[in-house]
Nanobody, 128 residues
């Protein structure tokens, strides 16, 4: 099972960025994929997740108005579209996956854990 992130970079405050998570090695619809982030000297936190069998999503309240998770229906790719970025969004963003079960997507996002496979992360820097 592998997941790999891409799309990070330097963006100005107020800007937008789309991250991609390419997954392989498992039956896509059996899993869920989550996005997490870790800012310097802070604990990792969950951002959003998507259940791949029905495309249902969950996002933390603090980010759901600016960050949107989606999947490419034809490819094993999950995206995190981020708008109105702020300097405090600066972090390494990770995607991760785990076998799905009712409620796990939400729980994993809230506890920022419980995932089976993690990517290496992609750095997002929001700065002028």
């Amino acid at each position: 099972v592998q997941v790999a992130e891409s799309g990070g970079g330097l963006v100005q405050p107020g800007g937008s960025l789309r991250l991609s998570c390419v997954a392989s090695g498992f039956t896509f619809d059996d899993n869920f994929i989550g996005w997490f982030r870790q800012a310097p000297v802070k604990a990792r936190e969950g951002v959003s997740c998507i259940s791949l069998n029905d495309n249902s999503t969950f996002s933390k309240d603090s980010m759901k108005d600016r960050f949107y998770i989606s999947r490419d229906q034809n490819k094993s790719i999950v995206y995190l579209q981020m708008y109105h970025l702020k300097p405090e969004d600066t972090a390494v963003y990770y995607c991760a996956t785990a076998p799905n079960a009712p409620g796990l997507c939400r729980i994993a996002t809230m506890i920022s854990g419980g995932m089976a496979a993690w990517g290496e992360g992609t750095l997002v820097t929001v700065s002028s």
